[in-house]
């Protein structure tokens, strides 16, 4: 009997590893050149990412550009998908562009800078605004 159970145990143990391993990769390259005039981003190599439990804005944005603050770039990009940074839901898939793509663009910086000082300046009206958030917003701003 305990060998049975034991069996069965690891036949399952060895079933959920491989499901877990098995998982399709939430990220997608898109390499099509795509410059969106709706939000003045530049989307050429953008990535596709699909959130898994657990994510947030600034975590994605930290995992993408080494920098939490750039979230609202994301939420420019994936207009339509996400509205409130507050509330993501696994399975809701974004877009991330290229920071770098589009900070060499002077357009897309502007975009950006423009982006970055209105989030900030959304957090300031709050009733309880979140100074380190609306510092470090305006600090990306400003160097671009």
Do not use: H
Not at 65 to 82: E, T
Not at 96 to 105: F, H, T, V
């Amino acid at each position: 009997m305990k060998t049975m159970i034991l069996t069965v145990t690891l036949i399952i143990g060895v079933m959920l590893a491989a499901s877990c391993t098995s998982s399709p990769r939430n990220v997608e390259k898109q390499n099509e050149d795509l410059y969106d005039t709706d939000t003045g981003l530049d989307l050429t190599g953008s990535v596709k990412y699909t959130v898994k439990w657990g994510d947030t804005l600034s975590k994605i944005s930290r995992r993408f550009y080494n920098d939490g603050f750039y979230y609202p770039v994301i939420m420019l990009a994936s207009r339509g998908v996400v509205k409130n940074p507050d509330k993501i839901w696994p399975g809701m898939a974004f877009t991330i562009p290229d920071l770098e793509r589009n900070k060499a663009n002077v357009n897309c910086r502007k975009t950006i800078k423009n982006c970055l000082n209105e989030f900030a300046d959304i957090e300031k009206a709050k009733p309880r605004p979140r100074r380190g958030l609306i510092d470090g917003l305006k600090k990306r701003a400003d160097a671009l």
